[in-house]
């Protein structure tokens, strides 16, 4: 009786996370109206010429009036604005707005939304996946806050970052002690800042070999980066059985449609790094 529960409750999950990954194909604005919310994109571009995509929802449901309290999110690694607002009306991003904050939902050098530079394209120049998480916080996180408090006329705005999105917002503060004093808060989700004690076996094989990975991968076999083509390609290994078949693709389509072009990876080595050292310093 238990796994017959079980396998339906896996059913019903399947199919939620199926409609959801359609939402999150939908254009961000598109996606927002669905759920009731009118929704802004606004473009900014950083002291190093990229152009990066925010994703404003100003106001409450059924409301044009604009909220008070500014409020930037960052995303993690290979995420992006759209997965705040993934849960429909449980979305964190809805749960701001509807409690008084105007939220603008960053998107970093990379993802989907910000894969344009006033020089370099995306898809023909590796000089654009020349970076490193050092640039994204400096420049990325900078550009984003002076933006948003240059449109609001606040002095102060509150942040918020998940994973990797947290990693650039404690880069951004430390390179640039002065942007302390333009945040009011900040909160911190899932935080990667230490990650010398992890306990996944894997990550600590990585950080002791890393310098032999790094020379084999960059060196030997000349790879810089990690096209889509390679995780699409992973959708072939969920082909050859039934087991998680629907999970598996679901997950992947999902993934892969945050990367459009691929992911450098100069972001990969900097988690590494933070692996063998002790505390968290400036990558230069």
Sequence with gaps: MEIHIAIIFLIFGLQKLKAEIINYRLPFVKAAALDGYKAETHQV??????ILTMHRIPSAKNSSKINKYPVFMVPGMTAVSDCFILLGNASIAYTLVENGYDVWLTNPRGNKHSQKHVKYNAM????????????????????????IRNVTKKDKISGMGHSQGT??????LSSRPDYNDKL??????????????????VMKIVGKYSNFFD??????????FLPRSLFEGMETVCNSGPAFFSLCRALIAGFCDNLDYGVNLDRIYDF????????MNQMY
């Design 45 to 50: 571009t950083t002291d190093d010429g990229y």
């Design 167 to 172: 990693t650039l917002i404690f880069l951004l």
């Design 272 to 279: 590494v790094d933070l692996i063998n050292i002790n505390l």
């Design 124 to 147: 023909e120049d590796k000089e654009y996946w020349n970076y490193t998480i050092h640039e994204m916080g400096h420049y990325d996180i900078a550009s984003f806050v002076d933006y």
């Design 215 to 224: 020379h084999m991968i960059r060196e030997v076999l000349n790879i810089h």
């Design 184 to 201: 009011n808060i900040f909160v911190a989700l899932a935080p990667s800042v230490y990650l010398n004690d992890s306990l996944i076996s």
